[in-house]
């Protein structure tokens, strides 16, 4: 199934790869995973980033991210935690033009100190004190 030909990895995205699609919306693992079952959600529509989708697109995307926990969780009962990311534009780190969120699996031990979580992306910004 694919969405559409304008070059596109992800309106490219070969039948097999889809584990999940809605009518807005397609689920996939990703080909780069940071973790185990780490899973991309998608737009059907080529729209750059997370602030191009409607209303209705970004419904259709948050219903498949908590369908897709689901599942990751039923296949992998180690999973306990989730980072859910969105890359928008280069300064970001976005490097397919294509809306995608990522739904990165998290267990325990996969990283020695968890705290500050996507804050980690600066380094010294993860680790902060709450007093």
């Known amino acids: 199934m694919q ?3 304008n070059g596109c990895p992800f309106c490219d995205l070969p039948a097999e790869r889809i584990l999940e ?3 807005l919306s397609i689920a996939f693992k990703d080909l780069y ?3 185990d079952l780490h899973t991309l959600v ?3 529509r080529h729209v750059r980033t997370f ?3 409607s209303a209705e697109e970004a419904e259709a995307v948050r219903l498949l991210l908590y369908s897709q926990r689901e599942a ?3 296949e992998d009962s180690s999973v306990e935690g989730f980072n859910v990311g969105i890359n928008c534009e280069q300064v970001a780190g976005q490097t ?3 809306c ?3 739904l990165i699996p998290r267990r325990a031990g996969d990283v020695a100190e968890p705290i500050g979580g996507i804050r980690n992306i600066f380094p010294g910004k993860g680790n902060y004190s709450l007093a």
């Open 21 to 23: 699609a809605g009518e």
């Open 3 to 5: 969405i559409s030909s």
């Open 100 to 102: 995608h969120v990522h």
């Open 42 to 44: 998608i737009p059907r």
């Open 72 to 74: 990751i969780q039923k």
């Open 96 to 98: 397919v033009f294509h």
């Open 51 to 53: 602030f191009d989708l």
């Open 33 to 35: 995973p940071v973790t």
